[in-house]
């Protein structure tokens, strides 16, 4: 990863608050790599995990909150089980996801990741439960001429082993999920700057 | 003995992993476990919440150990090792942090004295292990199985505290009582692409497939899993799988569910643990767990075999 420092892009606030979140110092981290040789979708990463530790450091807001690689992440834990210095790489996958809904800088190219998550999500709000068969619809509408197709195959033969199932199961307390729901919904900050923001689509569900 | 139990959404609502709850019933009944499931519980947020709202999340699990506690249950069986560890963390979280505590248990309204611990069947029967030997000593024949433990049952290590983390033994040590011939290979904890099955299959049929190659390398005949993600990824996705993996198009290894594994050795029937609706078939596999001559396939199977 090659870079051009200069002190005009050092976001020294956020870089504070990404270390208030993550209970340490982004300077733990050596840069060793071992992350990034565990990882088991480097190879998906433009900025693998060890790199963006690296723009965390250097206080890169724009370039970490607007990367791909936090979506990609599938959140196995090998990076933090594995870390020598407990630089904690995962958890700053996970703030920086959450960073870049309240700033509304998801990346676009990865919607579909970003949709699912939403849509499993309203599924759970809305009956308390996931309702697998509510969730595939939801996720497809939203982008039905590409993401209709996907898997009817798979699905038939699921349909023939009675899988999913065609209601949902709602818990009694619903209301209590909805509450819950609402306590802690990401607030948008800096709404200027959202605005700004050529792809702004990191509404919280 | 009377456990507290989280099925969790995959396991309930002829969801993705229904096998994995009837079997964990059926099985752990026959041992001699009552099931007491939480009162009202509520989805844990798996993979989704984990990613986008770590509050919520929190919060989401705080309900469910409160509810949990309420009703008594000091130690709460969570077979999906999702729901497991997004409990754990919830447990580990607020009972290190009393500020996390409060901030939960306001969002959830319910009150949690961090008295209720998560574990996953893996752990249950390793806890039980004693018992499993009394009742299901080497009453499978030496079939080789590759035990494929995923992400969540040993990571994060601190929270799941459990096993060791990079190679762990217990669900091999399991097996071994019960007869099996679990083989040694490299891929116990590798990631196999989990939630990401729908949004981007590329991945998952990349991760997997590598777990299909290591365990063929190490001579495996068989799966055993105890996670329904796992189980989806690695059985229904076993075509593309294998396919970026280079195995061939007939490639065809049957998964199974450890509480399965656990029934057939329990002297279960294969339909009282769901054996039937796997994508790969398990036909012949099971005839031979149970020492009988490999019979037909069912109808279903039959006409989706190549």
């Known amino acids: 990863m090659q870079l051009q420092l200069s002190r005009a892009q050092v976001d020294s606030d956020w870089k504070r608050e990404v270390e208030r979140r993550l209970g340490r110092k982004l300077a733990d981290c050596y840069q060793c790599g071992k992350c990034t040789a565990g990882c088991p979708v480097s190879y998906e990463m433009f900025h693998p995990i060890h790199a963006m530790m690296r723009l965390a450091q250097l206080g890169r807001k724009d370039e970490a909150l607007r990367s791909r690689s936090q979506w990609v992440c599938v959140a196995c834990e090998t990076c933090s089980t594995r870390c020598p210095k407990d630089a904690e790489p995962a958890r700053l996958m996970t703030i920086l996801r959450e960073m870049a809904q309240e700033e509304g800088c998801v990346n676009a190219n990865e919607r579909d990741i970003y949709d699912f998550h939403t849509s499993f999500l309203a599924s759970v709000r809305r009956f308390g439960r996931v309702y697998e068969m509510g969730l595939v619809a939801a996720y497809k509408l939203k982008s039905p001429l590409r993401r209709g197709p996907q898997d009817m195959l798979t699905a038939l033969k699921m349909a023939r082993r009675g899988k999913p199932g065609l209601f949902p199961h709602r818990i009694q307390n619903v209301a209590a999920i909805r509450r819950i729901y609402e306590r802690t919904r990401l607030q948008a900050q800096a709404a200027a700057r959202a605005e700004s923001s050529p792809e702004p689509h990191g509404e919280s569900h | 003995m009377e456990i507290g139990y989280f099925p969790g959404c995959a396991l309930k609502a002829h969801a993705t992993g229904l096998e994995y709850g009837i079997s964990t019933e059926a099985a752990l009944g026959a041992l001699g476990f009552t099931l007491k499931e939480v009162p009202d519980w509520n989805c844990c947020g798996a993979s989704a919440g984990h990613m986008t709202n770590t509050a919520l999340t929190r919060a989401l699990n705080v309900r469910n150990l409160a509810l949990a506690e309420a009703a008594g249950m000091s130690e709460l069986l969570a077979p999906c090792p999702l729901c497991a560890k ?120 990349r991760l997997t497939g590598r777990i299909l190659a290591a365990a063929r390398r190490a001579g495996a005949e068989a799966f055993v899993v105890a996670c329904p993600m796992c189980h989806a990824n690695l059985d229904m996705r076993q075509g593309e799988a294998a396919a970026d993996a280079g195995l061939g198009e007939d490639f065809h290894m049957p998964v199974l569910y450890l509480a399965q594994v656990l029934g057939l050795a329990l002297g279960l029937k294969p339909e009282a643990l769901s054996l039937g609706t796997h994508f790969v078939d398990t036909t012949d596999l099971v005839a031979r767990l149970r020492g009988e001559q490999p019979v037909a396939a069912t109808p279903v199977e039959a006409s989706e075999r190549k």
């Open chain 2, 86 to 205: 997004e409990l754990a963390l919830a447990h580990h979280e607020v009972k290190e942090h009393p500020d996390l505590l409060a901030a939960s248990q306001e969002v959830a309204e319910m009150v949690y004295r961090c008295g209720s611990r998560p574990l996953t069947l893996i752990e249950l029967l390793w806890n039980h292990r004693q018992l499993v030997r009394e009742r299901a000593a080497a009453k499978l024949p030496d079939v080789k199985v590759a035990c494929y433990y995923g992400c969540l049952h040993t990571r994060p290590p601190e929270v799941m505290n459990f096993d060791d983390t990079e190679q762990p033994t217990t669900m091999d040590e399991l097996c071994r009582i019960m007869g099996l011939v679990p083989v040694e290979w490299t891929h116990k904890t590798e990631c196999c692409g989990a939630g990401f099955t729908m949004s981007r299959p590329t991945v998952v049929a």
